[in-house]
T-cell receptor, first 114, second 114 residues
């Protein structure tokens, strides 16, 4: 069974640009979670999507947004990039009724803002 | 909101010794406490978890204890092995049907010295 996949692996952008990150969940999973892992700050919850809707978001500004498509894949958009947005962005998926109990992480997208 | 503190940030132990990592949380609404292991360059993986109605849980060399009154929980690894070297993250999660809230610690880098 294929795991969670993310693309691209690495992304380099300049300040002020927009970044788009993509995630494909494990087949059958309807929930997708996005996390930011910045150096020295651990994991921070960004967004949770399920059945195409945003269910919850963490303490991040509105320029962090996303969506979930009918096939349950998801996209994270970061507008007006700032230097401190440089981080590893992890996506995870699960069955909705399992929640974070059985949350499988993808390999991440390394975003570098220069 | 919730605040999760994790200590220590780095930990070195001799192979065969025990390692203990502690996390504290502030919001009594948190009711699920997973621990994740992240090896260098790899994705986080759930290694053990505990719900708020349980005081202790053990899985082979790994155990987690929870003190709800004091709002702290700990990860215990006994008979450590070099392959236990990784970054460990704790999390305090508020499981809600309307929207889970996720709060992570900043991580502990564990090094097991052969």
């Amino acid at each position: 069974e294929a795991g969670v996949t993310q693309s691209p692996t690495h992304l380099i952008k300049t300040r002020g640009q927009q970044a788009t990150l993509r995630c494909s969940p494990i087949s059958g999973h309807t929930s997708v979670y996005w996390y930011q892992q910045a150096l020295g700050l651990g994991l921070q919850f960004l967004l949770w999507y399920d059945e195409g809707e945003e269910r919850n978001r963490g303490n991040f500004p509105p320029r962090f947004s996303g969506r979930q498509f009918p096939n349950y894949s998801s996209e994270l958009n970061v507008n007006a990039l700032e230097l401190e947005d440089s981080a590893l962005y992890l996506c995870a998926s699960s069955f909705r009724d399992r929640g974070p109990h059985e949350q499988y992480f993808g390999p991440g997208t390394r975003l570098t803002v220069t | 909101g919730e605040n999760v503190e994790q200590h220590p940030s780095t930990l070195s132990v001799q192979e065969g010794d025990s390692a203990v990592i502690k996390c504290t949380y502030s919001d009594s609404a948190s009711n699920y406490f997973p621990w994740y292991k992240q090896e260098l360059g790899k994705r986080p993986q759930l290694i053990i978890d505990i719900r708020s109605n349980v005081g202790e849980k053990k899985d082979q060399r790994i155990a987690v204890t929870l003190n709800k009154t004091a709002k702290h929980f700990s990860l215990h690894i006994t008979e450590t092995q070099p392959e236990d070297s990784a970054v460990y993250f704790c999390a305090a999660i508020q499981l809600r049907w309307t929207g889970n809230q996720f709060y992570f610690g900043t991580g502990t880098s564990l090094t097991v010295i052969p």
